[in-house]
Every structure is written in C-alpha cells, then in structure tokens.
C-alpha cells in the first residue's frame, strides 16, 4: 500500500515533485503555516514574467512557496496507523516517524497547475523552482526558522518518544530541490501500553496535523509463538523469506512495523492464509497460502509480525549504518525508487 504522500527518496526523506499538486490540495488549508503566506508579488511585464520572445515562464513566479508539515505517511482518511505492544517483549515494539518542514510551489492558486508527463519532468521543474527559492536568503532563514521551532506531541503514557538521528549519508544525494526545500525531523516512537491516541506535529505553539495511533496488546508468549512459526523451516515463512524477515523475495523491507501498520489484523492474515489483498483479489495468484492450525496460532503470528523491525532501522542496516546485521544487502540498489509505506 502506497502512502497518499506519494514516491519518497531513500527512507521517506523527499517528495518526488510528482505529488506536490496532490499535497496542496488536500492539506494546504490545514498544514499551511500561519504567518507565512506567500509574498506578494510585484506587477511584471511579461518579459520579467519570462513569457517573452519564446522564453519559458519561471516556475518560482507562476507559484510562489506556500510553507507546509507533512507525515511522511499517513493511514487511510478515517483510519488509524495500527501498531502493538507486548510487555518484556525481548525486542520493543517500534516505529520511526519522519515529517518534513517543507517549501512548495502554490499550485492552489495559480490560473493553471503545470502538467507532468514523466516525473523526469517534474524533477526539472522542482529543481529550476528550488533554485529561484533558495536565491531569496530570507526563504531559507523561513524554512530553517520553522524547522527549529518545530515539536511533537504524544501521549507519554502510551508511547515512549526520541529522538531519531537521521544520518548524513541519507540526506547526500537527494535531488537539488529537496535540498534547497525542504528539512527533515525524526522521532522513535516505543510502544508501552494498548491504547488509542494521535500524534500532533506542532509549529511556533500551534497544532498543524496529527495521525492517529491504534496500539494493541499482544502476550509475550504470543509474540514467542509467532516468531517460532514464522522460522519454522518446514512450514514457515523462512524459506521464502529468510529467518526473521531478514531478505529473500523483498520480505526486508516490506516486513515492517510501518508496512503492517497499514493494516488490520484480518488484511494482514488475509495474506498469509487466503493470499488474498485486502481488496478481495489474489495475491501472488493464490500461492502465498499457508496452513494455520487456528486462531490462536494465527493471533502469534501476527503478534510477531507487528513486531518487525522499523523501516528506517533496516535502511541503516542495509548501508552498514545499523549495531544490528540482518542482511538482504542486495536490496540496496532500489532504495532510491522503494516506498516505506505501501
């Protein structure tokens, strides 16, 4: 399941310019910081406005920077991001959250939004639009000033929060625009009670968003149950999946706790016991069916299932980055184009 953010760059850290029209349009009067409207422009000629002698319009004056939060994900509108919690569970239940202070073109209010025919295109747009934000020095002291203030707010008594480091070599190689654009904060959050809350991103004292959490109990026998079917080499996920989750036909990365997260309990047993997508259709056509003895053992594995290893821990890890070593390094060289969420 792909995240109504759209295509993000190397562990949900960029917006591919692709989706920022979608971005606008359904959380610019939610998210659009307050004191930030966009300046007014000046009168131009059409020669200043680039339209003369053949001359193609700047991008930066046609829309100007609308100054935006966004999750890098969120869960479908109504629903809640499910995750668990399981008391001295050997590994927490986690998950690291990324939201970006950003600059955006205002494709709300302009006569026409540009159109893209390949996100090649839209890359070249965003980078020459970047570009002519960043030649205004006030834009950047906005976007570093916004960034700073920016806080989170969650429940303490059901979730454990801290900081997450993003290290530097994610933020090296990102297209031009998302470096001029945008600015990136990160939170892990620990599970340590069920429970049901929202986390709110906070700018400058004022609420902007928030996504809400559903966490759920499981035992630690339970979770010990699931993890021992799911390695079972006869009958387990492991041949296909590799133990643990730990690579083999992109189970890696797509057995998260942000991946599960998507999804409720009956979808995510719907594709290990029906090989169906929660939509009804086959997946894998009918051949990702495993036998479960009952509910009870079904329970365990989706106990040790919600426990998968964060997305963002499995990146560091690929790249060496990680204390803990579970391999799959040759998924490496798709991160670029790999969505966490989906």
């Known amino acids: 399941m792909r995240s109504t953010r759209g295509l993000l760059l190397l562990s949900s850290l960029a917006f591919t310019a692709c989706q920022q029209h979608t971005v606008v349009e359904q959380k610019r009067e939610a998210n659009v910081l307050e004191g930030v409207a966009p300046a007014q422009e000046k009168p131009q000629t059409s020669r200043e406005n680039g339209d003369a002698e ?35 569970s050997e590994r927490p239940y986690q998950t690291v959250f990324v939201y970006v202070v950003a600059a955006i073109p205002n494709f709300e209010d302009a006569e026409q939004a ?9 890359e070249q747009f965003m980078d020459q639009w970047a570009t002519e934000f960043a030649q205004d020095p006030q834009n950047t002291v906005k976007l570093e000033a916004l960034t700073k203030s920016f806080q989170w707010s969650v429940d303490a008594a059901l979730i454990d929060d801290k900081e997450a480091v993003i290290p530097e070599v994610l933020l090296k190689g990102q297209p031009n625009y998302v470096n001029l654009t945008q600015r990136f904060k990160a939170r892990r959050f620990t599970f340590k009670a069920p429970g049901e809350t929202a986390v709110k991103a906070i700018i400058n004292g004022v609420e902007r968003s928030q996504v809400r959490f559903a966490i759920q109990a499981y035992t630690q026998a339970e979770e010990d149950a699931g993890k021992a079917r799911y390695n079972d080499p006869t009958t387990g996920c492991v041949g296909c999946h590799g133990r643990d989750g730990a690579g083999g036909q992109g189970a890696y990365i797509k057995h998260s706790s942000d991946n599960f997260a998507f999804l409720t309990d009956e ?25 479960v003895a009952d509910a009870q053992e079904e329970r365990a594995l989706l106990a040790y299932l919600r426990n998968s290893t964060p997305v963002f821990d499995k990146i560091l890890d690929l790249l060496g980055l990680s204390s803990f070593a579970l391999g799959a390094r040759s998924e490496i060289p798709s991160l670029r184009a790999w969505s966490p969420y989906r």
């Open 267 to 291: 979808q995510i047993a719907g594709y290990f016991r029906d090989s169906k997508y929660p939509n009804g259709e086959d997946f894998l056509d009918g051949m990702h069916k495993w036998p």
């Open 54 to 88: 053949g001359q193609k319009p700047s991008p930066y004056k046609l829309y100007p920077p609308i100054f935006t939060v966004e999750a890098s994900s969120l869960p479908e509108p109504g629903h809640a991001f499910q995750f668990a919690y399981a008391p001295n």
């Open 114 to 122: 540009p159109v893209f025919t390949s996100e090649f295109e839209a």
